[in-house]
C-alpha cells in the first residue's frame, strides 16, 4: 500500500542519483574539492654576449603571518616591528586583512626583507607563532640604469595585456616585459606555467596536493652586447644627454647601445612612487626615452659622405674637381653660409670632406638634386627602422620632392636641397641609423642590418643584402674621413685621433643646429657658456676603426653638447679603442676576431 | 490467584513474565541500527569517537534503558495518564512560546538546568508522543460506529491543530509537518471514514494560499529553491546541490568507509545530523543506503505486526502511532536529502547525532514494546477510568 509506494520512490530516487547519474556528480565533487593552482615560471635570465646576467633572477623574501597560528596578531606585529622596519600603515592594513579573511590564509606583513633582517626574524621564530618567511623570486638588473635602454624592464601586467589568454597573467604580483629586450622576447622569457591539483575543502583549506606538473623556465636570452663595453661607453658619455652605440660591421652585433641619462630599472620592478615617476618624465634630459633608437637628429656634417658618394656615383664630380669656397654660396637672393666665415678657399672632395666645408656640398647637392641624395641615403640606411629588436625605434626622415608635395604640400625649393647637403633641413636620423651608415661605410659591400639578440642557431654573419657601391666611389670618402681625423693639417677632428698603432679610425664630425642661426649670432661668436643648454647645436660624430681593416662602426650623439670635433669625436675615440682592446677578450682563441678581416 | 485470572487486570504479569515477553528482536533491529549510526558518526568525525559517536552511545544506552522501563509500566496506567500527559506538552509548548516572545528570534527548547545535568528540553518532540498517546485514548473510547461519526473528529483536530499552531509559531515547519501527518495517518488508521480525508485534503490544497502567506521568508525560500536549487548554488541551494552530488558521487558501492570527500571536505553541511544519509550514501553507496533502509523496513514491519497482535484499540492505536511518526521521520529525511521534498530539518532516526530525537524516539519504541509485552491485556475504557 503507501508505504511500499513510498520506499519504492525513495529507492527509486537513490538508484537514479548513485547508479543512473553516479558518473555526473562524481565529476561534480571531484570540482568541489580539486583546485587548480598555477605555479609561476622563472623568467629567462638576458645575459651579454659573455653570458654576464644583465637581468636575472634574484631570490627574495617576504614575511608572512597565519593568524590560526598565533594568539594575537597584535601582539605577534609588536614583536615583529622590534625586530624589522614595520611602518604603522603595515600594521593596520595586516590587522585589516587578518580580519577580513580566513584565518588559515597566510597574509603577508612586508616583502623584500633584506638577508640581516630575514635572520634576525628566523633566529626570533620560537617567539613568533604562525609568522613564516616565504622565499620568492624577482627580477634583478645587476648593472642597474648600464644598461636600462637594452633590457627595458618588468612591471605588473596592463589591462591592455589582460586580454591575453595566458592564465599567468592573472596571477597577482607576475611581471611582463615593458620595454626594451624584455618586451620584445616577452614570449620566450616568460617559460610555462606550471600546475598544481590540490584537494581543498569548502572553506578552501588546502588539504593535500595531488597532482604537480612543474613551470617550464622562460628561455635565456643571449644579447650581443658586450658588457664591459656598454659600461666603458656609459661612463665616457658620463652626464651628458646622448647616445652611444658601437657595432661589429660585419655581423651587425650591437656592442654597446647607450643612451643617457638612463633609469634604474629595478625601481620599476618594485613599483615606482608617483614623484619618483613624475621626476622621470619631467626630466628636461629625457631618461626614459632610448635616444639611441627613438632620438631623432638633423645628422649635420655626418651626412655628407651621402652626398659625395651621390654626386661620384652619377659622375656630375669627379674626386679631384675642386670648388672655390669663399665663405659663403649664392642661390637666387639667398646666402649660405659656410661654417668657416672666411671660407676655404679650392676644395677637392677628400679636402671637402676633411674640412667639412659647406660649400663645396652646397653645390655639389645643387647639381645632384635632392632625390638622388635621398636614394643615396637610403642605402645607407637612413629613413626606414632598422628593426634592430628593441621598443621605441623611430625612423627618422629623408625628404624628397615627392614627400614634401605629399605631406606638407608645397613643391620642394633648390634651397632646402643645400640645407639636406649639410644634414639640416628636413632631414632626421637616429644615432642607431648614424652608426649603421658607419657600419656600411665599414664594411663596403654589404648592407649590414644591427642586431641586439644573439643568434644561437643562425650563421655567424647573417645575411645582407649587397651594398651595391663602386668600390673606387667608397675609397673617396673612406679617404676624406681618414683625413679627418688624421690629417694634422684641417682634419676637423685631428684632435681624436687614435694614436695606438694599427687602431686608427675613420670618422667624420657633425654639429647639428638646434635654431636658427641669425646673423646677430654669427657676429656675437658667443662661447659655449654663453649659450643657453637646450639652445646649443647636437655634437655628432661616426667613426670605424681599424683604418685597414675595419671592424668597429661607432656613432656618438651628444645632445646640445656643442662642435662635433670638441664634444663626440673624443667620446667615440675612446670607445672604439676600447672596443679594439676587448677584441682578444672577446674572441681569445681567434686572432682574426672570430671572421676574417677585410682589407682595404 | 488463579492461574489465567493473572493475564487480566493491572498488575498481574510478573517481571519475568514481563522480560519474557519483551520484544528482545525489536531492541535486536534497534541496536544493529544505531551501530551503522554510531560508525557514521565516528566517521563523520574523521575517524574519531569524539565529538558525536560517544555522546551517541551514551545517550542510546540511556534511551535503551528508558525504553525498557516503559515497557514494563502496566499499558491501562499509561492509558490512564494520555490526555495528562499531552496537556503537559502543551503547557512547555505554550512556556516555550512565551519564553520565545520575550527573548530573541526562533526557540524551540528550554533550557533545564538541574544540578549535576544539564539540558535541553523540546516541547515540540515530546508532543509528537503526545499526541499519539491522546488520539490513541480518544479512539479507544470510541466504538466503531461512534468513530463513523463527524462529530468524532472534533475532538482529534483539536488535538493536532492547536500544538501544531504552536510549532509553526516557534517556527518549526518540519516538526508541524510531522505533527499533522501523524496525527492525520494515525486517525486513518483508527477507522475514521475515507471521506472526510478527502474533504480535508481539498480543503487543504484550497488553504495552501492562506498557509504560504503565513510561512516566513525562508521558509518560502526552502521551498522556492526545492523547485530550482541551481538558481542559488551557494546560497539557500547550497544545502540540496551538495547533497545530490555527495549521493550521486558515492555510486553503488560508495567511496569506502572514512573515505567520503563531500562530507569530510565540509562541502557537505550538517553530516552529522540531518545530511547523515547523504554520508552514508556517499561512503558505502547505493548498497549500503539500501541495507539502511531495510532495517528500517524491519522495524516498520515489526510495529505493523505488534499493532496487529494486540488485542486493545489503545495499544493497537499506539502502536501504529509510533509506527507512523517514526516511517514519516525516515521517509522525510531520506526523500529531503534526496531532493525529493524541500529541505525541512527532519532528523534521519536512530542515526543522526541529536540528543532530544533519540530520546523522544527511545520513548516511543519504549511504547511499542509496552503494547508488544501487554498485547493480551484488555484495556478499560472510557471516562471511569479517569486519569485519577
Known amino acids: 500500500m503507501g508505504q511500499v509506494l513510498l520506499v519504492s520512490g525513495l529507492v527509486g530516487r537513490l538508484y537514479y542519483l548513485q547508479v543512473v547519474e553516479a558518473d555526473t556528480y562524481r565529476m561534480l565533487a571531484d570540482d568541489n574539492r580539486i583546485n587548480m593552482r598555477l605555479l609561476p615560471p622563472l623568467r629567462g635570465r638576458?645575459?651579454?654576449?659573455?653570458?654576464?646576467?644583465?637581468?636575472?633572477?634574484?631570490?627574495?623574501?617576504?614575511?608572512?603571518?597565519?593568524?590560526?597560528?598565533?594568539?594575537?596578531?597584535?601582539?605577534?606585529?609588536?614583536?615583529?616591528?622590534?625586530?624589522?622596519?614595520?611602518?604603522?600603515?603595515?600594521?593596520?592594513?595586516?590587522?585589516?586583512?587578518?580580519?577580513?579573511?580566513?584565518?588559515?590564509?597566510?597574509?603577508?606583513?612586508?616583502?623584500?626583507?633584506?638577508?640581516?633582517?630575514?635572520?634576525?626574524?628566523?633566529?626570533?621564530?620560537?617567539?613568533?607563532?604562525?609568522?613564516?618567511?616565504?622565499?620568492?623570486?624577482?627580477?634583478?638588473?645587476?648593472?642597474?640604469?648600464?644598461?636600462?635602454?637594452?633590457?627595458?624592464?618588468?612591471?605588473?601586467?596592463?589591462?591592455?595585456?589582460?586580454?591575453?589568454?595566458?592564465?599567468?597573467?592573472?596571477?597577482?604580483?607576475?611581471?611582463?616585459?615593458?620595454?626594451?629586450?624584455?618586451?620584445?622576447?616577452?614570449?620566450?622569457?616568460?617559460?610555462?606555467?606550471?600546475?598544481?591539483?590540490?584537494?581543498?575543502?569548502?572553506?578552501?583549506?588546502?588539504?593535500?596536493?595531488?597532482?604537480?606538473?612543474?613551470?617550464?623556465?622562460?628561455?635565456?636570452?643571449?644579447?650581443?652586447?658586450?658588457?664591459?663595453?656598454?659600461?666603458?661607453?656609459?661612463?665616457?658619455?658620463?652626464?651628458?644627454?646622448?647616445?652611444?652605440?658601437?657595432?661589429?660591421?660585419?655581423?651587425?652585433?650591437?656592442?654597446?647601445?647607450?643612451?643617457?641619462?638612463?633609469?634604474?630599472?629595478?625601481?620599476?620592478?618594485?613599483?615606482?612612487?608617483?614623484?619618483?615617476?613624475?621626476?622621470?618624465?619631467?626630466?628636461?634630459?629625457?631618461?626614459?626615452?632610448?635616444?639611441?633608437?627613438?632620438?631623432?637628429?638633423?645628422?649635420?656634417?655626418?651626412?655628407?659622405?651621402?652626398?659625395?658618394?651621390?654626386?661620384?656615383?652619377?659622375?656630375?664630380?669627379?674626386?679631384?674637381?675642386?670648388?672655390?669656397?669663399?665663405?659663403?654660396?649664392?642661390?637666387?637672393?639667398?646666402?649660405?653660409?659656410?661654417?668657416?666665415?672666411?671660407?676655404?678657399?679650392?676644395?677637392?672632395?677628400?679636402?671637402?670632406?676633411?674640412?667639412?666645408?659647406?660649400?663645396?656640398?652646397?653645390?655639389?647637392?645643387?647639381?645632384?638634386?635632392?632625390?638622388?641624395?635621398?636614394?643615396?641615403?637610403?642605402?645607407?640606411?637612413?629613413?626606414?627602422?632598422?628593426?634592430?629588436?628593441?621598443?621605441?625605434?623611430?625612423?627618422?626622415?629623408?625628404?624628397?620632392?615627392?614627400?614634401?608635395?605629399?605631406?606638407?604640400?608645397?613643391?620642394?625649393?633648390?634651397?632646402?636641397?643645400?640645407?639636406?647637403?649639410?644634414?639640416?633641413?628636413?632631414?632626421?636620423?637616429?644615432?642607431?641609423?648614424?652608426?649603421?651608415?658607419?657600419?656600411?661605410?665599414?664594411?663596403?659591400?654589404?648592407?649590414?642590418?644591427?642586431?641586439?639578440?644573439?643568434?644561437?642557431?643562425?650563421?655567424?654573419?647573417?645575411?645582407?643584402?649587397?651594398?651595391?657601391?663602386?668600390?673606387?666611389?667608397?675609397?673617396?670618402?673612406?679617404?676624406?674621413?681618414?683625413?679627418v681625423v688624421n690629417d694634422p693639417v684641417g682634419g676637423t677632428a685631428y684632435g681624436a685621433r687614435i694614436e695606438d698603432e694599427g687602431m686608427e679610425m675613420a670618422g667624420k664630425t657633425g654639429t647639428a643646429q638646434v635654431r636658427r642661426i641669425t646673423t646677430a649670432d654669427r657676429e656675437a661668436n658667443r662661447d659655449l657658456e654663453d649659450i643657453p643648454w637646450n639652445e646649443r647645436d647636437h655634437a655628432l660624430f661616426v667613426a670605424y676603426a681599424p683604418l685597414h681593416a675595419p671592424r668597429y662602426a661607432c656613432a656618438v650623439v651628444i645632445e646640445h653638447g656643442g662642435g662635433g670635433s670638441t664634444a663626440a669625436a673624443p667620446v667615440a675615440r675612446d670607445v672604439l679603442r676600447e672596443a679594439q682592446r676587448r677584441q682578444s677578450v672577446r674572441w681569445p682563441h681567434d686572432d682574426a676576431g672570430g671572421l676574417p678581416g677585410q682589407e682595404v | 490467584m488463579v492461574a489465567w485470572s493473572g493475564r487480566f487486570g493491572p498488575d498481574n504479569l510478573s517481571l519475568t513474565e514481563k522480560l519474557g515477553a519483551m520484544s528482545w528482536g525489536l531492541i535486536a533491529l534497534l541496536l544493529l541500527t544505531a551501530g551503522l549510526g554510531f560508525a557514521m558518526l565516528y566517521s563523520a568525525a574523521g575517524g574519531e569517537l569524539r565529538p558525536w559517536a560517544l555522546a551517541q552511545m551514551i545517550r542510546f544506552a540511556l534511551g535503551l534503558a528508558l525504553l525498557l522501563s516503559i515497557a514494563l509500566i502496566d499499558i491501562s496506567r499509561i492509558h490512564r495518564f494520555a490526555y495528562v500527559i499531552y496537556a503537559l506538552a502543551l503547557v512547555l509548548l505554550i512556556a516555550v512560546e512565551v519564553k520565545g516572545s520575550i527573548g530573541m528570534g526562533a526557540q524551540r527548547w528550554i533550557e533545564i538546568d538541574l544540578p549535576g545535568f544539564r539540558f535541553q528540553l523540546q516541547p515540540s518532540e515530546i508532543m509528537k508522543i503526545a499526541l499519539v498517546l491522546a488520539i490513541a485514548r480518544y479512539f479507544h473510547g470510541l466504538n466503531a460506529e461512534q468513530t463513523r461519526k463527524w462529530t468524532s473528529l472534533i475532538v482529534p483536530c483539536l488535538l493536532i491543530c492547536v500544538p501544531t499552531a504552536m510549532v509553526m509559531r516557534q517556527p518549526d515547519l518540519g516538526t508541524a509537518v510531522m505533527i499533522v501527518a501523524g496525527g492525520v495517518t494515525l486517525m486513518f488508521l483508527a477507522g475514521v471514514a475515507l471521506r472526510w480525508f478527502v474533504g480535508g485534503a481539498l480543503l487543504t490544497l484550497g488553504s495552501l494560499p492562506v498557509a504560504w502567506s503565513l510561512l516566513h521568508d525562508y521558509q518560502k525560500q526552502r521551498v522556492l529553491t526545492f523547485w530550482d536549487p541551481a538558481s542559488d548554488p551557494l546560497g539557500a541551494g547550497y544545502h540540496i546541490t551538495q547533497s545530490k552530488i555527495a549521493l550521486g558521487s558515492g555510486g553503488l558501492f560508495g567511496k569506502g568507509f572514512l573515505e567520503g570527500t563531500q562530507s569530510h571536505l565540509s562541502f557537505l553541511p550538517e553530516k552529522q545530523t540531518d545530511f547523515i544519509f547523504t554520508m552514508l550514501a556517499e561512503e558505502l553507496g547505493m548498497v549500503g543506503a539500501l541495507l539502511l533502509i531495510a532495517l528500517y523496513l524491519l522495524i516498520i514491519a515489526y510495529g505493523f505486526g505488534v499493532a496487529l497482535r494486540s488485542s486493545s484499540q489503545f495499544g493497537r492505536l499506539l502502536a501504529l502511532g509510533v509506527v507512523v511518526t517514526f516511517s514519516l521521520y525516515v521517509f522525510i529525511n531520506i526523500a529531503m536529502v534526496t531532493g525529493l521534498i524541500p529541505v525541512v530539518g527532519v532528523p534521519l532516526p536512530l542515526i543522526s547525532y541529536g540528543g532530544t530525537a533519540m530520546i523522544t524516539l527511545m520513548v516511543g519504541f519504549g511504547l511499542l514494546a509496552n503494547v508488544h509485552v501487554h498485547r493480551d491485556m484488555p484495556v478499560g475504557r472510557g471516562s471511569s477510568q479517569g486519569p485519577f
Open chain 1, 46 to 483: 638576458i645575459t651579454d654576449r659573455f653570458g654576464e646576467g644583465i637581468a636575472i633572477n634574484r631570490q627574495t623574501y617576504q614575511l608572512v603571518l597565519v593568524s590560526e597560528q598565533t594568539e594575537s596578531v597584535a601582539d605577534t606585529l609588536d614583536r615583529i616591528a622590534a625586530l624589522i622596519d614595520l611602518s604603522e600603515s603595515d600594521i593596520r592594513w595586516v590587522l585589516k586583512e587578518t580580519s577580513r579573511r580566513s584565518d588559515f590564509v597566510p597574509v603577508t606583513v612586508r616583502e623584500g626583507l633584506s638577508w640581516s633582517e630575514v635572520t634576525r626574524i628566523e633566529v626570533n621564530l620560537p617567539e613568533l607563532p604562525g609568522v613564516l618567511i616565504e622565499e620568492g623570486q624577482s627580477r634583478f638588473y645587476p648593472y642597474s640604469e648600464l644598461a636600462a635602454h637594452v633590457t627595458g624592464y618588468v612591471g605588473a601586467v596592463s589591462e591592455a595585456e589582460l586580454t591575453a589568454a595566458d592564465p599567468l597573467l592573472e596571477l597577482p604580483g607576475f611581471r611582463t616585459g615593458k620595454n626594451g629586450v624584455e618586451k620584445i622576447f616577452e614570449t620566450e622569457l616568460r617559460g610555462n606555467a606550471g600546475t598544481r591539483q590540490v584537494e581543498v575543502n569548502a572553506y578552501g583549506r588546502v588539504i593535500r596536493e595531488i597532482a604537480r606538473q612543474d613551470a617550464a623556465t622562460g628561455e635565456d636570452l643571449t644579447l650581443t652586447i658586450d658588457m664591459g663595453l656598454q659600461g666603458f661607453a656609459a661612463r665616457t658619455l658620463g652626464e651628458e644627454a646622448g647616445s652611444v652605440v658601437v657595432m661589429d660591421l660585419l655581423n651587425g652585433d650591437v656592442l654597446a647601445l647607450v643612451s643617457s641619462p638612463a633609469f634604474d630599472p629595478n625601481a620599476f620592478n618594485q613599483g615606482l612612487t608617483s614623484e619618483a615617476w613624475q621626476a622621470l618624465l619631467n626630466d628636461p634630459k629625457a631618461p626614459l626615452i632610448n635616444k639611441a633608437i627613438a632620438g631623432q637628429y638633423p645628422p649635420g656634417s655626418t651626412f655628407k659622405m651621402i652626398v659625395a658618394m651621390a654626386a661620384l656615383e652619377m659622375g656630375l664630380m669627379a674626386p679631384e674637381d675642386t670648388v672655390y669656397c669663399p665663405g659663403h654660396y649664392t642661390l637666387g637672393n639667398h646666402t649660405f653660409h659656410c661654417w668657416r666665415r672666411w671660407g676655404h678657399g679650392h676644395v677637392g672632395m677628400v679636402e671637402a670632406l676633411k674640412q667639412s666645408c659647406d660649400v663645396y656640398f652646397y653645390d655639389v647637392a645643387h647639381q645632384v638634386g635632392v632625390d638622388k641624395i635621398a636614394e643615396m641615403a637610403e642605402r645607407f640606411g637612413f629613413g626606414a627602422v632598422t628593426n634592430i629588436e628593441l621598443t621605441g625605434e623611430r625612423a627618422g626622415l629623408v625628404p624628397t620632392k615627392a614627400w614634401k608635395e605629399s605631406v606638407i604640400g608645397e613643391s620642394w625649393l633648390g634651397g632646402e636641397t643645400l640645407n639636406v647637403a649639410i644634414g639640416q633641413g628636413y632631414m632626421l636620423a637616429t644615432p642607431m641609423q648614424l652608426a649603421v651608415m658607419a657600419a656600411r661605410l665599414g664594411n663596403g659591400t654589404s648592407k649590414v642590418m644591427p642586431r641586439i639578440a644573439r643568434s644561437t642557431t643562425g650563421p655567424d654573419v647573417p645575411f645582407f643584402e649587397t651594398l651595391n657601391i663602386d668600390p673606387e666611389v667608397l675609397a673617396v670618402v673612406r679617404e676624406g674621413m681618414v683625413a
